[in-house]
């Protein structure tokens, strides 16, 4: 008796091991609990020099992996043996500060993102510059983007795409409405067409994001941005809150939008809402495609990408938003050849053809949009239409760009946490009141420091 | 000659004055590196502001800066969660450890490692499926059990009150556990002819209960609050698992959250540092108060 009790009950905890590593497994992909992601490139090669590299996203360490591979190829006298170390989001960063702060065990390359990128450009910074590498080819890529990791002139990180945001148009639901996309040409046609979405398919046009996704993409559309350029805080400007009232309009007068599953567009309940024809439209950047692909098979050959509606007082027609800057640190023991190496796996013309090919992202270096190697067949391709780049062109010179200030975080912060809430969820602040108090919280950290 | 050394060197570590040292010496080494050097640092960091390279002292500009209504908010989610928790963690496995030491359970052993297993799972998992569980989808299984029963669906992670119903239901889940066999081996020590006696006496179940168990469960119930309140004012984890850092008008923000999100994540070390040691004093003094009102330092014969 008693042996057979044992057995069940080994046999249910093996059961609920199992179960829950499961589970585990299916829902944190890109993120693995520890560093036991490795990937290594130049293993065999005698005399090459170690590189580490640290990301937080399993697809960008595959992607390195590679282009030292072909870097070994290509530059045998310079091999490298590259280590990349792929941690959990969250993790990675604090190890990274951690790492910068105590002035030891940082790697040689990090990719940071953007909205952590101020956090690493306080103090004396532990970047090394990369302006020998860009400043020569400067004309080539979109600056908008470049600037976005610069701080006193000087570019401290390598951006892995243009992120320029767009509408993703689900066509299906938008024929059963009516609604010619072409059509769409500023944000009132966009309201317009929204209405008669909801009212023939009783779906939402799109839904917004609680995050900053849900406002900062439309801020700087408009001409507008948290911090001016001078670094001043401009959260509660006036164009903000305009911005801030449409996308309460949309949400809570012409009830044409509603709020994002989940509450952001990375999340579980958010791609099984799309991949259902949830919605006929989000605009979200360029970079979103890999999510489609990945997460969303059902809407294959249905998805159709045209650039954002215009507002009738900006020429703005994209924003580049989210992203990943890819920094050099101090603590390397070989920064040049880091930097040599960062150069050819991004901010070459090949390295760029390959952040599209391999990870589907618009390349910042607008020359290769136009390149033969970009038209080459693949599941973007298969699965959207055949004039990605095309969008891109069209939108080049109207491309917005965004200030980042050592307090954005903070500002990110305050609207991940209390403006989208209380506004549009809530609503128990308007528009006005929610971005003047937030603004207020930052301006007292501000003050404070100076 | 060596042994004659080696018969010294014994003969001074077996003294009745060295011993009592020798054997709290590496809790004194591990404690002095692992807690008190870190914590006085706590402090020095808290009048600096520390940026790379660039540290410099700041007096008690950090200490002015806590006071305002994100700190409130933490303190007053961190000091509910704190109370219920302590509530239900303390009086459900009283409950359940009377029942799982009684005759009338049968499968003890499974109810124990069932009742245990939450708390030998990684709470990254256990976040994952309680998001999903409780996703705002009309879907997912709690708003289909509501539902069932006649409620609307609820958006649980939005929401002020059920923000806080799902931490305090996974910190259930994951320390019930735990105190039902701290509350098992406390239930253990009760001699069983007190039971009789009682019996013979005529006592009923809750006589019993009220006169023997209780007593008998005071130090482990005093144990067990002391530790619920101080792992209650440091959560973190049920909050961070259920919202990643930021959840909406900061429903589940906590003071150790709050530490986190101003410390690390926005590189504000210092800063960091003085809640940190803010959260100490509340700790500390809170801890203290319950101890004093509950006579845990008085001596046995008092």
Same mark, same amino acid.
């Given at each position: ?10 046999a249910? @905890? ?28 130049g ?36 091999? #490298? ?14 190890? @990274? ?13 990090a ?6 990128f ?30 976005? *990791? ?11 795409h ?6 993703? =148009? ?7 409405a009516?609604?010619? #996309? ?40 408009k001409?507008?941005?948290f ?38 567009y ?21 970079? *979103? ?12 050959g249905?998805?159709? #990408? ?11 027609q ?16 070989h920064?040049?050849l ?9 901010l ?8 599209w ?23 973007? *391709?298969? =699965? ?8 891109? @062109? ?12 050592? =307090? ?18 809530e ?24 | ?8 060197l ?17 809790f ?24 790379p390279?660039?540290?410099?002292? !700041? %007096? ?31 009086? !459900? ?29 990684s ?11 409780f ?11 509501? %539902? ?7 958006q649980?992670?939005f ?13 259930s889940?994951?320390?019930? /556990? ?11 020590n ?30 482990i119930?005093?144990? $067990? ?23 909406p008008?900061?429903?589940g ?23 940190g040691? &803010?959260?100490?004093?509340? &700790?500390?003094? $809170?801890?203290?108060?319950?101890l004093?009102?509950? /006579? ?7």
């Open positions: 008796m008693n042996k057979k009790m044992l057995s069940v009950i080994s249910l @905890l093996l059961f609920s091991v199992f179960f829950l590593a499961a589970c585990s497994g299916g829902s944190e992909d890109s993120a693995p609990a520890n560093a036991d992601d490795v990937k290594t490139a293993e065999d090669i005698e005399d090459a020099t170690e590189l580490s590299f640290w990301t937080f996203a399993g697809t960008h360490a595959t992607f390195y992996a590679n282009a030292a591979d072909r870097w070994n190829k290509e530059n045998p006298d310079k091999a #490298i043996k590259l280590t990349v170390e792929n941690y959990p989001f969250d993790q990675m960063h604090n190890n @990274l500060l951690m790492a910068l702060q105590s002035g030891s065990g940082a790697p040689d390359i990719d940071i993102e953007l909205a952590k101020p956090n690493f450009l306080k103090g004396d910074v532990q970047l090394e510059p990369l302006n020998d590498l860009i400043e020569p080819e400067l004309d080539s890529f979109m600056e908008e983007r470049i600037n976005i *990791y610069a701080k006193d002139g000087k570019y401290y990180g390598a951006p892995t243009l992120g320029a945001s767009v509408v993703y =148009y689900n066509t299906e639901i938008m024929d059963e009516g609604v010619d #996309i072409d059509s769409i040409k500023t944000w009132d046609d966009y309201v317009e067409a929204g209405k008669k979405v909801v009212e023939k398919t009783g779906k939402p046009m799109t839904t917004i994001a609680d995050n900053w996704y849900g406002i900062w993409p439309y801020v700087a559309q001409g507008s941005d911090f001016n350029e001078n670094g001043k805080l401009t959260l509660d400007n006036e164009k903000n809150i305009e911005t801030l009232e449409f996308i309460n309009d949309l949400v809570n007068k012409h009830k044409i939008a509603e709020l994002a599953p989940g509450g952001q990375h999340t579980e309940e958010f791609y099984g809402f799309m991949n259902d024809g949830g919605q006929a439209s989000l605009v979200i950047p360029m970079y *979103y495609m890999k999510d489609f692909t990945t997460y969303m098979p059902d809407l294959e249905k998805i159709q #990408i045209r650039p954002m509606p215009k507002w009738s007082d900006s020429d703005y994209s924003v580049t938003m989210g992203g990943t800057g890819t920094a050099v640190t101090s603590q390397s023991e920064v040049e880091a930097k040599e190496f960062l150069y050819f796996a991004k070459s013309k090949e390295g760029n053809i390959q952040l090919k391999e990870l589907g992202f618009d390349p910042p270096r607008w020359d290769v949009w136009e390149d033969p190697a970009m038209r080459e067949d693949n599941v973007y *391709y298969q =699965y959207f239409h055949d004039d990605i780049f095309d969008v891109l @062109l069209s939108v080049k010179d109207n491309v917005a760009g965004i200030q980042l200030s050592e =307090y954005t975080p903070d500002v990110l912060t305050e609207i991940d946490s209390n403006i989208m809430h209380k506004v549009l969820r609503k128990s602040q308007t528009p006005e009141e929610a971005l003047k108090q937030s603004a207020d919280t930052v301006r007292q950290k501000i003050g404070d420091q100076n | 000659m060596t042994p004659k050394k080696e018969n010294k014994l003969r001074f570590l077996n003294s009745k004055k060295v011993v009592p040292y020798v054997f709290v010496f590496p004194i080494l591990s404690f002095t590196i692992l807690t008190l050097y870190p914590t006085i640092q706590a402090v020095i960091m808290s009048f600096q502001r520390i940026l390279g660039n540290v410099e002292f !700041i %007096g008690l500009q950090n200490y002015s800066r806590i006071f305002n209504d994100t700190f409130y908010k933490a303190l007053a989610n961190s000091t509910i969660y704190m109370i219920l928790t302590v509530l239900i963690l303390i009086s !459900i496995p009283i409950l359940l450890a009377i029942l799982l030491d009684s005759k009338l359970v049968r499968f003890k052993t499974l109810f124990r490692s069932a009742l245990f297993i939450p708390a030998l799972t709470i990254i998992v256990a976040g994952v499926i309680f998001r999903l569980v996703s705002e989808s009309e879907n997912a299984i709690a708003n289909q059990i509501i %539902g069932f029963l006649g409620f609307e669906p609820v649980w992670q929401t002020a009150w059920s923000g806080m119903f799902l931490m305090v239901m996974m910190a889940w994951r320390w019930m /556990g735990v105190n039902v066999l701290y509350f098992l081996a406390g239930l253990q009760i001699p069983k002819e007190l039971y009789e006696s009682a019996d013979i006496d005529g006592a009923n179940m809750y006589q019993k209960f009220r006169h023997v168990t209780l007593p008998f469960l005071k130090p119930i005093i144990f $067990v609050t002391t530790i619920s309140i101080i792992g209650g004012f440091r959560v973190f984890e049920e909050s961070y698992v259920i919202w990643q850092g930021n959840s008008g900061n429903i923000l906590t003071l150790v959250g709050l530490l986190y999100q101003q410390g690390i994540q926005q590189n504000d070390m210092g800063f960091g540092a003085a809640i040691v &803010i959260l100490l004093l509340i &700790i500390f003094i $809170v801890s203290i108060i319950y004093l009102l509950t /006579g845990a330092f008085k001596r046995g014969d008092e």
